[in-house]
Each structure stands twice: as C-alpha cells, then as structure tokens.
C-alpha cells in the first residue's frame, strides 16, 4: 500500500516548455487534487477532482489544465512553463469515511523549476 | 478570498517544553485536519476533528475543534527533537470538497 505517488520527484523546464506531473493513489479515494507550495504561502489548491470524470478549479488555476484519467490517476499539466510556475507541487487524496468524515493524504511532492 | 491564520510563524522552544499554536478562519469549517511537514517530505497527518468542541489526542499530540467552529488548537507536550518541522492547519467548508490551509507554524526545539 504506496498511498498517493507522485512522478517526477524533481524537474527542471526553461520558460515554454510543457510537462505533466503524475499522481497515483491505491486507497480507492473517490477525491483527488493538486496544490503548489511557496515559501511563505501555504498550500494553494491548483485543481480537485470530487470523483472520477469531474474536476474544477482551485484558487489558483491558470497557466494549468488537469485530467482524471480513472479513479487512481490525476495529472497535472503545464502548457507553457513560465518562471512564476517553480513550486513544490503536490498531490492528494481523501475519501469520505464513515459518519460523514474525510481526511486528506499527500504524495511526496514534485520540486519544479522553471528558467 | 477565506483566511485561514496561523500562529505563531515560528518558535523556538526547549527540548521538554509543552508548545501551543492554533488557527482562526472567518468562516465556519466542518473539518479541522493538522499536518506536519518535514523538509522535502511531503504533509503528514497527525490529527482529523469533526465536530465543535471535540478533543483529539495522538501520542504527545492534542488537537481542538473550537466550538464557533472558526478555530483550533494543537498542542504538543513534552517536546522531543524530532518534533522540529513545520505544521500546518487545514479546514474544510461545509458541503464542499476544499480545504484551505494556514500558512505553517515552523517549530525549532533546542536540544
């Protein structure tokens, strides 16, 4: 039981270039989704996907696109890379539990560099 | 936009003390999760709340619901080294699939 995965651990872009970031869970979570990490700023939400076939945007999505390839997989997608895009990224999964409850897990993160 | 505000920033204790920090949102929240993160590692979760008022305890760990449901606290006893890290909070609007996360409590213990 590997949790939620997250494929690469590190990358690095010049401005332009494209990428996708990949991201596995094996807890059967119905929700999936993708934050950013800054120094200072916390966790911003990029994208979430509430169940398998539906995703919607997070508090900072331009510059990203997103796609729930089936209940496991969610990938993350940068077009264009641009400088302010260098970030942590991170992946997580949560399902609701019993009693109506949900905790949220992350991957390990993808450390991006964009030059 | 929500604020979710995180207290202190930083700290610095010594190896034995008890440390205390808590979040304030401006909304109400349905779930209150609190997270540790050590560098290069991704959130780990220590504790989950669910209801107002309720009183969660992991370890050396205890966590509140705030009964406004607008906050909690975290409190670690004993601190031990391997405590060192960052520690966020996170909230959950009712009816919603988001959370908002505080922007981290950094914590140094001094041996």
């Known amino acids: 039981n590997a949790g939620v995965t997250q494929t690469p651990k590190f990358q690095v872009l010049k401005t332009g270039q494209s990428m996708t970031l990949q991201c596995a869970q094996d807890?059967?979570?119905?929700?999936m989704y993708w934050y950013r990490q800054d120094p200072g700023m916390g966790l911003r939400l990029i994208y979430y996907s509430a169940s398998e076939g539906t995703t919607d945007k997070g508090e900072v999505p331009n510059g990203y696109n997103v796609s729930r390839l089936n209940k496991r997989e969610f990938s993350l997608r940068l077009e264009s890379a641009a400088p302010s895009q260098t970030s942590v990224y991170f992946c997580a999964s949560s399902e609701w539990g019993s009693g109506n409850t949900d905790t949220q897990y992350f991957g390990p993160g993808t450390r991006l560099t964009v030059l | 936009g929500q604020q979710l505000n995180q207290s202190p920033q930083s700290m610095f204790i010594q190896e034995g003390e008890d440390v205390s920090m808590n979040c304030t949102s401006s909304s109400i929240f349905n779930t209150w999760l609190w997270y540790k993160q050590d560098p290069g590692e991704g959130p780990v979760l220590l504790i989950a709340l669910y209801k107002a008022g309720e009183l969660t305890s992991n370890g050396r760990l205890t966590a509140q619901f705030g009964i406004t449901r607008k906050d909690s606290f975290l409190n670690i006893s004993a601190s031990i080294p391997s405590d060192v890290g960052i520690y966020f909070c996170a909230g959950q609007n009712p009816g919603t699939y988001k959370y908002i996360f505080g922007t981290g409590t950094r914590l140094k213990v001094l041996a």
């Open positions: 807890m059967n979570h119905n929700s």
